[in-house]
């Protein structure tokens, strides 16, 4: 059965694999042409680093829009081309006719099929995901945050890429037909990937917390019917993954908005100025009444950041593909018991 | 004697509307049966019950004394042939018989190859390029190298030319017969079964309508016509199974296995088509009602 299972998917695969590889290979010409300007930039540099790397970082954008929509749609490709179309094809052609009076049962068919595309899918994803995160290397060494393009490097795209063709299978065992299960499983890909990320991944493992002062990090004000609200951002370790940051006063309590702003109206006025009628935006204070106010606020509170510290990052991307993983056996055991039990 | 298909009770219902109700047969091993009935009978529903591609709303089938879909054993007993013919379009022929091979431990790879060859199929094709008549082919050359003991076709002419028909069901009567196996062979036209049936089963509106042996099933209807009279007053091991009337004279289709021996009668043989679309209409307007029916027309 594994046989005729890979002759059955031995195209698609193939294809896809050639794609990959055609995408590889761009990759790798490209990957050692930034590899040599890193090098010649900023792997020397001795003085003058930050202009050295902001010259690098300015180098690769087409290659990077490229690689960031590949690695964000490719997982959801997966589901939609592979994995809907595994049953819906049988039941619209009626091959399941066919298939399911040869000698193989019919779980043992659908088992088999689901192992050996499942497969494929999580070879072809690791490929792909191990060509970006190479391709990124230098890069995100120098630039970005690693949790802020967590989703789409290192294993979690692996994770996704199997989820979606699980929950293609599924969907196309329940609805039958390939172009409804396409979009549905297209809309229920997004829905777990964004559920996911807003309302489980934060919670997974409880955050640190940090205590520092106000001049660390950004600041801003937004005032809206003349309350002012202050606006904390970037005080949390670097490369670390800031949950949220809260004003505290000297004993350790959240002030309440309205607190914060009377104490706003009563230090700063020059800051407290609503926008002219008709602005949505005020006029930039003067900034040595902004530095003035900053210094003023950080007497009376402090900040309290709650933070996913970045030795956590490799912790995270296990977590994250530990738990597409198990909603694709979740979907997959959702599929036999349809195909199995239910009656064709 | 072995039982190659026997249902009791058995049903089969797609929402509200059953598309089998209590039906209960036995159909000997050996023998080639013809499942007939018009379109909309349940012939492809109790088929797909005896395969195991569904599963009954109510009562039992076996197949072969098999439960269906028990086990890969109970599989490779039969072979079926689903309606349409059923092939991967994207697959070559070559492709299938690999596939036969792969899915089937007693594949006969002889057969199927020598097969292909004398059909002229070319293995490098794809199967949905193949001709209808090409493409029943290949499924039989399929479903017959599993050396299954019973192989069940559902409709397998219904889409063919008549040359088509007539080489495929000229393909299958040689087959069958070298290879001792046994078929239920659906169909709505009796014609395409009444060169290679011998024993009938006729299916009307999701209920059995007759079962029997072809010849004993011919020895055992007559065409009676003669002077106008009540049914009724026929002897009572005559069943009427039809009666038209026309002016002075009365038409009857009846079953009996004794001898017809009033003399008013003019007895003559009927085809296995009149009987059959007898019962069809029987099934279907419900059983004669005999005076009544008369009465009308006086």
Same mark, same amino acid.
């Given at each position: 059965?594994?046989?005729?299972?890979?002759?059955?998917?031995?195209?698609?695969?193939?294809?896809?694999?050639?794609?990959?590889?055609?995408?590889?290979?761009?990759?790798?010409?490209?990957?050692?042409?930034?590899?040599?300007?890193?090098?010649?930039?900023?792997?020397?540099?001795?003085?003058?680093?930050?202009?050295?790397?902001?010259?690098?970082?300015?180098?690769?954008?087409?290659?990077?829009?490229?690689?960031?929509?590949?690695?964000?749609?490719?997982?959801?490709?997966?589901?939609?081309?592979?994995?809907?179309?595994?049953?819906?094809?049988?039941?619209?052609?009626?091959?399941?006719?066919?298939?399911?009076?040869?000698?193989?049962?019919?779980?043992?068919?659908?088992?088999?099929?689901?192992?050996?595309?499942?497969?494929?899918?999580?070879?072809?994803?690791?490929?792909?995901?191990?060509?970006?995160?190479?391709?990124?290397?230098?890069?995100?060494?120098?630039?970005?945050?690693?949790?802020?393009?967590?989703?789409?490097?290192?294993?979690?795209?692996?994770?996704?890429?199997?989820?979606?063709?699980?929950?293609?299978?599924?969907?196309?065992?329940?609805?039958?037909?390939?172009?409804?299960?396409?979009?549905?499983?297209?809309?229920?890909?997004?829905?777990?990937?964004?559920?996911?990320?807003?309302?489980?991944?934060?919670?997974?493992?409880?955050?640190?917390?940090?205590?520092?002062?106000?001049?660390?990090?950004?600041?801003?004000?937004?005032?809206?019917?003349?309350?002012?609200?202050?606006?904390?951002?970037?005080?949390?370790?670097?490369?670390?993954?800031?949950?949220?940051?809260?004003?505290?006063?000297?004993?350790?309590?959240?002030?309440?908005?309205?607190?914060?702003?009377?104490?706003?109206?009563?230090?700063?006025?020059?800051?407290?100025?609503?926008?002219?009628?008709?602005?949505?935006?005020?006029?930039?204070?003067?900034?040595?009444?902004?530095?003035?106010?900053?210094?003023?606020?950080?007497?009376?509170?402090?900040?309290?950041?709650?933070?996913?510290?970045?030795?956590?990052?490799?912790?995270?991307?296990?977590?994250?593909?530990?738990?597409?993983?198990?909603?694709?056996?979740?979907?997959?055991?959702?599929?036999?018991?349809?195909?199995?039990?239910?009656?064709? | 004697?072995?039982?190659?298909?026997?249902?009791?009770?058995?049903?089969?219902?797609?929402?509200?509307?059953?598309?089998?109700?209590?039906?209960?047969?036995?159909?000997?091993?050996?023998?080639?049966? #013809?499942?007939?009935?018009?379109?909309?009978? #349940?012939?492809?529903?109790?088929?797909?019950?005896?395969?195991?591609?569904?599963?009954?709303?109510?009562?039992?089938?076996?197949?072969?004394?098999?439960?269906?879909?028990?086990?890969?054993?109970?599989?490779?007993?039969?072979?079926?042939?689903?309606?349409?013919?059923?092939?991967?379009?994207?697959?070559?022929?070559?492709?299938?018989?690999?596939?036969?091979?792969?899915?089937?431990?007693?594949?006969?790879?002889?057969?199927?190859?020598?097969?292909?060859?004398?059909?002229?199929?070319?293995?490098?094709?794809?199967?949905?390029?193949?001709?209808?008549?090409?493409?029943?082919?290949?499924?039989?050359?399929?479903?017959?190298?599993?050396?299954?003991?019973?192989?069940?076709?559902?409709?397998?002419?219904?889409?063919?030319?008549?040359?088509?028909?007539?080489?495929?069901?000229?393909?299958?009567?040689?087959?069958?017969?070298?290879?001792?196996?046994?078929?239920?062979?659906?169909?709505?036209?009796?014609?395409?079964?009444?060169?290679?049936?011998?024993?009938?089963?006729?299916?009307?509106?999701?209920?059995?309508?007759?079962?029997?042996?072809?010849?004993?099933?011919?020895?055992?209807?007559?065409?009676?016509?003669?002077?106008?009279?009540?049914?009724?007053?026929?002897?009572?091991?005559?069943?009427?199974?039809?009666?038209?009337?026309?002016?002075?004279?009365?038409?009857?289709?009846?079953?009996?296995?004794?001898?017809?021996?009033?003399?008013?009668?003019?007895?003559?043989?009927?085809?296995?088509?009149?009987?059959?679309?007898?019962?069809?209409?029987?099934?279907?307007?419900?059983?004669?009602?005999?005076?009544?029916?008369?009465?009308?027309?006086?």
């Amino acid at each position: 059965m594994i046989r005729f299972a890979w002759l059955q998917s031995r195209t698609q695969t193939l294809v896809t694999a050639a794609l990959l590889t055609a995408l590889a290979v761009t990759a790798t010409i490209t990957g050692v042409h930034f590899s040599n300007l890193y090098h010649s930039l900023v792997g020397h540099c001795q003085t003058g680093c930050d202009l050295a790397t902001s010259d690098f970082l300015s180098h690769g954008h087409f290659m990077q829009r490229m690689l960031d929509l590949v690695a964000q749609v490719v997982p959801a490709l997966f589901g939609i081309f592979w994995g809907a179309p595994l049953l819906t094809r049988e039941f619209e052609t009626g091959t399941y006719r066919l298939a399911w009076t040869q000698s193989v049962t019919r779980s043992r068919w659908l088992v088999t099929k689901l192992a050996v595309v499942g497969t494929a899918t999580a070879v072809l994803a690791g490929a792909l995901t191990l060509t970006i995160t190479w391709w990124y290397r230098q890069f995100d060494v120098l630039d970005s945050n690693q949790y802020a393009v967590f989703e789409r490097r290192d294993i979690a795209p692996i994770g996704y890429a199997v989820f979606a063709f699980a929950l293609g299978t599924l969907v196309g065992a329940l609805v039958r037909r390939t172009l409804p299960a396409m979009a549905a499983t297209l809309v229920g890909f997004v829905f777990a990937r964004v559920a996911v990320q807003l309302w489980v991944r934060p919670h997974l493992i409880a955050p640190l917390h940090k205590a520092t002062s106000l001049l660390v990090g950004g600041m801003g004000f937004e005032i809206s019917d003349g309350t002012v609200h202050v606006i904390t951002k970037g005080a949390a370790p670097a490369n670390s993954w800031e949950v949220s940051s809260n004003l505290a006063t000297s004993s350790g309590l959240t002030p309440t908005t309205a607190q914060v702003s009377a104490y706003v109206h009563q230090y700063c006025p020059a800051i407290a100025v609503p926008p002219a009628a008709g602005q949505s935006v005020g006029k930039a204070p003067d900034p040595s009444a902004f530095q003035a106010c900053q210094s003023q606020l950080a007497r009376a509170f402090h900040l309290v950041v709650s933070y996913q510290p970045a030795s956590r990052y490799w912790t995270f991307q296990w977590l994250e593909t530990g738990i597409f993983v198990a909603l694709a056996l979740l979907a997959a055991v959702g599929c036999y018991w349809v195909v199995t039990r239910r009656t064709a | 004697m072995t039982v190659a298909l026997e249902a009791n009770g058995l049903g089969k219902r797609y929402g509200r509307r059953w598309a089998l109700r209590d039906c209960s047969l036995s159909i000997p091993q050996g023998r080639v049966v #013809g499942l007939v009935g018009p379109n909309g009978a #349940g012939k492809t529903t109790l088929l797909h019950l005896a395969v195991g591609l569904q599963t009954p709303t109510a009562g039992t089938v076996s197949l072969l004394g098999d439960r269906p879909g028990s086990g890969p054993a109970a599989l490779a007993r039969f072979g079926f042939l689903a309606q349409d013919a059923p092939t991967y379009s994207r697959l070559k022929v070559r492709e299938h018989l690999t596939m036969g091979a792969y899915l089937n431990p007693a594949w006969d790879t002889a057969f199927a190859s020598a097969r292909t060859e004398e059909l002229r199929l070319d293995p490098g094709q794809r199967a949905g390029t193949l001709s209808g008549g090409q493409r029943a082919q290949l499924a039989l050359t399929l479903a017959v190298a599993k050396r299954p003991e019973l192989l069940l076709l559902d409709e397998p002419v219904a889409s063919l030319d008549p040359l088509a028909r007539r080489e495929f069901l000229q393909t299958l009567m040689e087959v069958v017969a070298s290879r001792s196996i046994s078929v239920v062979l659906s169909s709505h036209l009796i014609a395409d079964l009444e060169r290679v049936c011998d024993y009938l089963v006729v299916l009307v509106a999701g209920t059995v309508a007759v079962a029997g042996d072809v010849d004993s099933l011919l020895a055992s209807h007559h065409r009676l016509v003669g002077r106008r009279r009540d049914p009724l007053t026929l002897p009572s091991d005559q069943s009427v199974i039809e009666a038209s009337h026309v002016d002075k004279q009365t038409t009857l289709m009846v079953r009996t296995d004794a001898p017809i021996l009033d003399p008013g009668w003019t007895v003559t043989p009927v085809t296995l088509e009149d009987l059959v679309l007898a019962y069809m209409r029987r099934a279907r307007d419900g059983a004669v009602e005999l005076s009544t029916g008369l009465a009308a027309v006086q």
